[in-house]
């Protein structure tokens, strides 16, 4: 991995506000069915092509990921230019708030979300009012620091004009009222819906840096708790843990910091390149700290970055020698246990190094998305290639959680793991009769102890898996027998 | 009237989704944006009291994803492409087309694309429920509608004592499932044989063929349903009977029970016996409680406010004070009742008992709630019996607070019921328990 800061594409980060689509800005796909190997080699090479599938199950949209980022913020409103059943997921943005709170030891409070209710009336005439009396109402109620405004397939195709409404917003009360595109429409990649929630705090939040921390690791991550701790401190760097629950104030100054890294590559690579770019702080290209090699690469970049170059490797040496003899009886634990992972990437692909560090065998893997390349263009941080160093012709795909392709495939490999990464799914796997562990908390493998951590979760909850078999027993999964015996990727169209 | 809402506690008629979903083996297909039906089903099934995604909800949903493509081009190939492939991929006895906003907003002709298929012979409907069109209590409408205007049949001739019900709303009641059965028993027990419709063990597409051959309809609910029970009387002359409250512990169930008696004409005697029985087993158990209130009443809040839809404000609001003698504060019913049915329920309110009444409010705006209730005085700790939204608002008005409406984040329901004479005493059992929790 070279050290040295890459340049970035010019088109990372635009000023205007929206952002390009991951399909058209990244080469993005959802669906494909070979091999890592392959996989690999053709994104690099620029011939990855989507293949669409002519029958699908619902998804999710940019608007989930966006307002699961913007609602955590603990002193914004978000709110949401649409008809009221795109709230539909209000409910789960305040249960993540009160939940991460109660960790962080927080005073509990609701997540701050409006709806404009948009109706037929609405679609015809415009709502522009609505959205004000929406601001209005946050402002007098909330007296936050910033506004967030979503967008949704409706404001879009009626042709809401977002942006003069914040600007007069915005100079009334001052306070930065950002536009965040995220229409659902717009992309068949949900990802694109951070890239839509950072574009917007790049845009109207972060300042220019009037002082340097270079001892702030600015960390991209969703809610899980601060493991980085134990990575960074002894190394005498702080972890800044953003976006979820933190305060504008604190996204403001993250220009300040000495390195941008992430929990997941896919999930920042807009901010990190971004920040990098407008503000110069460079990114950690490395694939994330999971998994022995992952963590000493990560780590070796990082201090190489901060200028830690003298102490990182006998910090490697102690962890590393610290965790050996329970890694050890883990790995005769899992010996010959088949695991298989459905995830977005590339935690997805951190998920595939930990479990192979712990001595499982990876018959396969799907994955929501495929990003042919990342905002910061190095192929270095390329995470799948990363994790299947010597695994890369096991079964791959993209899929983005069709459930229908996941369940014909898992009956095909049968595996005596599943990790999954996406609410419900794992119900589909228990319904196999297959372990299904869903990871709620996506630090717990973090690093070197984090291994032991993931492992002792796993056995436990691998020791006695009941529940899968009564559900095997007593619940019907809705397919027909007739598909049960089809290839599980004849759905996509096109070839390879 | 249409405002913006903060805490939402009902979505768009797109919501229909989770009442396919209800029906045994029927399968819903969205044509609509590639986020509509897993934002609905997070959130009126699983942050809704955690209810499953069931047979072929959550993330089995077929569903067009539709995008650009289908916004500039229209979606109706796209939608024949998937519907082609939910009728070999999925296990079903009934398809229910439902469209989003971006379907409904640029035309597609989603009612010619399924009538095609019909004409197959295949089994499927259509509902248009573009989200901006309304709520999900008239999606659930739309979605009954649809099936009784495209695949019913009338029926050679009519099965005495057999009756459809029409109720609470699958999932967005986050105890659908359990009331429902509790109603069901009940009838039965009036010796009615009972077209349930909805949940486990209802019959699936059986039962709803079954629907032109009742007796009568009953419309058990302030307004959800009446125009279901109009259609079904407009087109195969089935009379309905419009019970408007929700029936919860022993003076309201016995009370519908004598309602819907006579309404099937059968034998008072029979009916007076079922009743005598269950008020029986109702007041056993309020007699074991006797003890509790007796001692206990000095702390117990007085007043209580209810802010969910007018199923449960009415009925909850009739239980505890003819049951109970509580005393109802304002009421907050959030199911945008439509306009003909305002006065109605206002008028219910008014004479929920003799010289007892309650103020009642008509929002959804969890906004317009909180700054309601802060501007009211309360002498006593108030019970607020809401959502989870409203536990910060109950907490800083000095009240006590128990969810039970949507959303419901902080309690897993399977198969409870608060329909009933055993629903009632379940009530009273959650209520002292939320209080007693905070001792």
């Known amino acids: ?496 | 009237m249409s405002t913006t809402v903060e805490q939402p506690r009902q979505f768009c008629t797109l919501g229909g989704q989770q009442s396919v979903v209800a029906i045994e083996r029927a399968i819903p297909i969205v044509h609509g944006g590639p986020g509509c039906s897993n934002k609905l089903f997070s959130g009126m099934a699983f942050f809704n009291g955690f209810q499953g995604s069931g047979y072929a909800g959550g993330n089995a949903v077929p569903g067009t994803n539709s995008c650009e493509k289908e916004i500039v081009f229209g979606g109706e190939t796209r939608l024949r492409e998937v519907i082609d492939g939910a009728l070999k991929v999925m296990d079903g006895d009934l398809f229910v087309v439902l469209t989003g906003c971006t379907a409904d907003l640029v035309g597609d002709d989603t009612a010619t694309v399924v009538s095609e298929y019909r004409e197959r012979g295949v089994p499927i409907v259509h509902a248009s429920t573009g989200g901006f069109k309304g709520n999900n209590y008239r999606g659930h409408e739309l979605v009954a509608e649809a099936i009784i205007d495209q695949y019913l049949q009338p029926a050679p001739k009519v099965i005495p004592n057999l009756v459809n019900v029409w109720s609470v709303l699958p999932y967005q009641d986050t105890f659908w499932a359990g009331n429902l059965q509790a109603i069901r028993q009940l009838l039965e027990g009036l010796g009615l044989q009972v077209n349930i419709l909805f949940g486990h063990d209802s019959g699936g597409i059986e039962a709803w063929k079954k629907i032109p051959a009742a007796a009568f309809n009953i419309v058990l609910s302030p307004w959800t349903g009446v125009s279901i029970a109009e259609k079904l009387e407009q087109r195969f002359g089935t009379p309905y009977l419009h019970y408007p409250v929700l029936p919860i512990g022993a003076v309201e169930t016995s009370r519908f029970l004598r309602s819907a008696g006579e309404f099937a004409h059968l034998q008072s005697t029979q009916v007076e016996r079922y009743i005598e029985k269950q008020e029986a087993y109702f007041y056993h158990y309020l007699d074991r409680s006797a003890d509790f209130f007796m001692e206990m009443r000095w702390d117990l809040p007085a007043q209580f406010i209810n802010i969910s839809d007018s199923f449960y404000s009415l009925g909850i609001s009739r239980f505890l004070v003819n049951e109970l003698g509580l005393k109802p504060g304002r009421q907050f019913i959030t199911d945008n009742p439509p306009e003909i049915f305002l006065d109605g329920l206002v008028n219910q309110f008014a004479t929920l008992a003799d010289k007892v009444s309650a103020k009642v409010t008509f929002t959804h705006d969890g906004g317009e709630i909180a700054k309601t209730l802060r501007s009211e005085v309360f002498d006593q700790p108030p019970l607020v019996i809401g959502t989870s939204w409203d536990r910060d608002l109950a907490k800083q008005i000095g009240g006590y607070h128990l969810s039970i409406a949507l959303p419901i984040t902080d309690r897993l329901v399977l198969d409870r019921a608060y329909v009933g004479y055993a629903g009632g005493l379940r009530l009273v059992e959650d209520i002292y328990g939320a209080v007693l929790g905070t001792y």
């Open chain 1, 1 to 496: 991995m070279t050290t040295e800061i890459q340049v970035t594409p010019k088109s990372v980060v635009r000023q205007e506000p929206g952002v390009t689509i991951r399909e058209r800005r990244l080469g993005s796909i959802t669906g494909y069915s070979g091999t890592p190997d392959e996989l690999v080699k053709i994104s690099l090479a620029g011939q990855l092509v989507e293949r669409e599938r002519s029958f699908t199950q619902a998804g999710t949209c940019s608007s989930f990921c966006a307002t699961l980022q913007l609602s955590l913020i603990q002193d914004a409103v978000v709110i949401n230019h649409a008809p009221a059943g795109c709230s539909g997921d209000f409910p789960m943005f305040n249960l993540y708030n009160r939940y991460g709170q109660g960790k962080r030891k927080l005073d509990q409070t609701s997540a701050r979300l409006i709806t404009t209710n948009l109706n037929e009336h609405d679609t015809i005439f415009g709502a522009t009012g609505k959205l004000l009396e929406a601001i209005h109402k946050a402002y007098s109620t909330y007296h936050p620091r910033a506004i967030f405004v979503t967008a949704s397939c409706t404001s879009g195709i009626i042709g809401e004009d977002l942006e003069s409404t914040l600007d007069e917003a915005e100079e009334e009360l001052g306070i930065p009222i950002a536009s965040v595109s995220c229409e659902g429409f717009r992309s068949q990649v949900w990802a694109t819906g951070w890239d839509a929630a950072y574009s917007a705090i790049l845009r109207k939040i972060v300042r220019p840096a009037k002082i340097r921390r270079p001892e702030s690791i600015n960390i991209i991550t969703f809610i899980g708790e601060d493991y980085f701790s134990e990575l960074l401190r002894p190394l005498g760097l702080v972890p800044d843990l953003i976006v979820p629950f933190t305060k504008i104030e604190q996204l403001e100054t993250v220009s300040e910091a000495g390195a941008t890294a992430q929990m997941c590559s896919t999930l920042g690579t807009y901010f990190a390149a971004g920040l990098e770019k407008q503000y110069g702080v460079p990114e950690i290209k490395s694939p994330p700290p999971y998994g022995l090699t992952g963590t000493d690469m990560w780590l070796r970049e990082l201090a190489h970055i901060t200028g830690k170059d003298d102490i990182v490797e006998q910090f490697i040496a102690a962890e590393r020698n610290a965790i050996e003899p329970e890694l050890e009886k883990l790995k005769k634990r899992f010996a010959g246990v088949k695991a298989f992972v459905a995830a977005g990437p590339s935690h997805g692909h951190s998920s595939m190094e930990i479990l192979q560090d712990l001595g499982m065998e990876l018959v396969g893997s799907c994955m929501f998305h495929h990003d042919a390349k990342l905002d910061h263009g190095d192929p270095a941080g390329d995470t799948l290639r990363a994790a299947t160093t010597g695994s890369g012709r096991m079964t791959y795909s993209v899929c983005n959680k069709q459930s229908f392709e996941l369940v014909n495939l898992l009956r095909r490999l049968k595996p005596d793991l599943v990790i999954v990464r996406h609410p419900s799914l794992a119900v589909s796997v228990a319904k196999l009769g297959i372990p299904a562990c869903f990871v709620d908390d996506e630090h717990l493998g973090l690093g070197y102890r984090g291994l032991i951590r993931y492992g002792k979760k796993i056995a436990d909850w691998f020791r006695n898996p009941a529940i899968e078999r009564n559900l095997s027993r007593h619940s019907a999964l809705p397919y027909t027998r007739w598909w049960l015996e089809q290839q599980p990727f004849s759905m996509l169209g096109g070839e390879v």
